[in-house]
């Protein structure tokens, strides 16, 4: 006798513990008695248990007291990354696809949709084998995928369901919601929805030059109520910054891709790792262009308010024109408490921004630097009657960007710099050695 036939039987399935699973069959049988279209996650320790109980019914024939917990379970351990391509699983892994084409259990076949969706591997041989098997039983699936298989009838195709569901979000105002209301209740589970994420992905990159298409994928990246999605993070980054390697968005635009960039995935300045270790260099390097920009205006905005200086708006004039020319690489900020603390209540427009802190006491409590990477030149600017510093990027000693403290009277006594007041025609001076 078949499972499937097994489990047709009248009195074959009742949602109760099995004594063999103890507590988990317990414990799953009631959330499958009440809630029948849920997929139960087996606990990590309890998988293999799982999988060599439905192993050894399936060697000796004997399907007695199973129950739909156990065997709908054991799939998901069945074919998860550790065990779909176990050799020694093989004859099981078949036995669950004959199954699925024999059986009429909307509960069972629910529950391998679902796996087929969650184990997803391009080229895979079980998933090709589950999408086949599916695909011949679609019309026995019932109202759990209805709606999902009806939008994207492709879905059990294995070697296109990817792109096709891909398609079906470019066109959706909120692709997390809109996905769900179809009834893929986690958009950002692994398995197929790594893969269709990446079709996403290239597929609305020709939007992504318009703030609409920026705000639909920055909205599927970080729905409402959820984390950021982890994976694939680094396509999307990628995918947001390609269109600006020669040309620049709006003020807005930039404004608004590099709030919600850090906001999601932290300053790559400070963050080496995650999201950001995999982006390209030159695409990374836009961002920074952006925030170099931004924490110039952010010191002196700053500077400004808590420092009454007529000096301030030729030197505003000087450094943003080195940036709009290009010159300036990167630039950091180290704030004064005082100017930290304005920083921190008037958020200066620019609460996203990150920015390290000056320490020196006594006279110097107050000034604030701007360090700047200019060439190979290291750019030390300052507040009250801080001179400019230039310094060698390849000495040994001398000032590091994004770090979270400076010592101004540190970097007055480092060797090797030049300095000079802002006095007469200082900009000249600085030109010239950088």
Request: charged share 25%.
């Amino acid at each position: 006798m078949s499972l499937a036939r097994f489990l047709a039987k009248p009195a074959s399935f009742h949602p109760i513990a099995l004594a063999a699973i103890n507590r988990l069959a317990s414990t799953t049988d009631r959330i499958m008695a009440r809630w029948p279209d849920v997929v139960v996650e087996p606990p990590d320790r309890d998988r293999e248990r799982l999988v060599q109980e439905m192993q050894k019914r399936l060697e000796t024939g004997d399907w007695s007291d199973t129950k739909m917990s156990l065997v709908t379970t054991a799939a998901v351990a069945l074919f998860d990354q550790a065990r779909r391509e176990r050799s020694d699983l093989a004859a099981l892994r078949k036995f669950y696809c004959e199954e699925i084409e024999s059986s009429d259990r909307r509960t069972f076949l629910n529950t391998m949709v679902a796996v087929f969706i969650g184990s997803y591997e391009p080229g895979a041989a079980h998933t090709a084998a589950l999408a086949n098997a599916l695909d011949r039983s679609r019309a026995k699936i019932g109202a759990r995928w209805a709606a999902l298989l009806g939008s994207v009838p492709e879905l059990l195709d294995a070697r296109v369901a990817p792109s096709a569901l891909a398609s079906r979000m470019v066109r959706m105002a909120v692709p997390w919601d809109d996905l769900r209301h179809l009834g893929l209740r986690s958009p950002h589970a692994p398995g197929l929805m790594d893969h269709v994420h990446l079709a996403f992905v290239e597929q609305l990159a020709p939007q992504l030059d318009h703030r609409s298409g920026m705000e639909r994928l920055i909205g599927w990246l970080k729905p409402e109520g959820q984390q950021a999605r982890a994976s694939g993070a680094a396509q999307a980054i990628s995918a947001l910054l390609s269109p600006w390697q020669s040309r620049a968005p709006s003020t807005d635009d930039e404004r608004f891709l590099t709030e919600a960039l850090i906001t999601l995935y932290g300053d790559p300045r400070v963050h080496r790792g995650g999201a950001w270790e995999t982006v390209p260099e030159q695409l990374r390097n836009v961002i920074i262009r952006w925030l170099t920009g931004e924490n110039i205006r952010f010191f002196l905005d700053v500077v400004s308010a808590v420092e009454d200086n007529h000096m301030w708006e030729p030197r505003r004039k000087f450094w943003l024109g080195l940036h709009q020319q290009k010159r300036i690489d990167a630039a950091w900020v180290a704030f004064s408490p005082e100017a930290a603390s304005y920083a921190r209540q008037k958020g200066a427009g620019n609460k996203f921004l990150r920015y390290g802190k000056q320490i020196a006491g006594g006279g110097d409590n107050k000034k604030s630097l701007l360090v700047l990477q200019i060439g190979q030149k290291i750019v030390v600017e300052g507040s009250h009657s801080f001179k400019v510093h230039v310094f060698r990027d390849d000495g040994k000693r001398v000032p590091k960007l994004y770090q979270d403290r400076y010592d101004c009277q540190d970097i007055r006594d480092l060797p090797g710099s030049w300095s000079t007041m802002h006095l007469g025609d200082w900009q000249g001076r600085v030109l010239e050695h950088i």
